[in-house]
């Protein structure tokens, strides 16, 4: 079955750095489109980033464009995050998710708490 471990969450203070991971498992990830999508205290689901399989083409929402950075390693099924210049309304949970054939999502994993506070 599909499986999507997120990691490498936590607490930082505005202007630093975390980088998050997610462990892909179940389906044949080179094949999928990937997304990051968070979720702030109190809103809804908010689309972060977006991945070809093939790891030739980003998508960033402007929220974060010029801060954050996808990637993948189709070798080690793995999906990553790499934020930087982070800011108190960064705060949220964060999603991987894998993109269905429809084009929707279609699994996302437990989620991990990234909050940035003084």
């Known amino acids: 079955q599909v499986q999507l471990v997120e990691s490498g969450g936590g607490l930082v203070q505005p202007g630093e750095s975390l980088r998050l991971s997610c462990a892909a498992s179940g389906f044949t990830f080179i094949n999928h489109w990937m997304y990051w999508i968070r979720q702030a205290p109190g809103k809804g689901l908010e689309w972060v980033s977006a991945?070809?399989?093939?790891?030739?083409?980003?998508y960033y929402a402007d929220s974060v464009k010029g801060r954050f950075t996808i990637s993948r390693d189709n070798d080690k099924n793995t999906l990553s995050l790499q934020m930087v210049s982070l800011k108190s309304e960064d705060t949220a949970v964060y999603y991987c998710a894998k993109v269905g054939y429809s084009g929707n999502y279609d699994y996302w994993g437990q989620g991990t708490q990234v909050t940035v506070s003084s």
């Open positions: 991945i070809s399989g093939g790891g030739g083409n980003m």
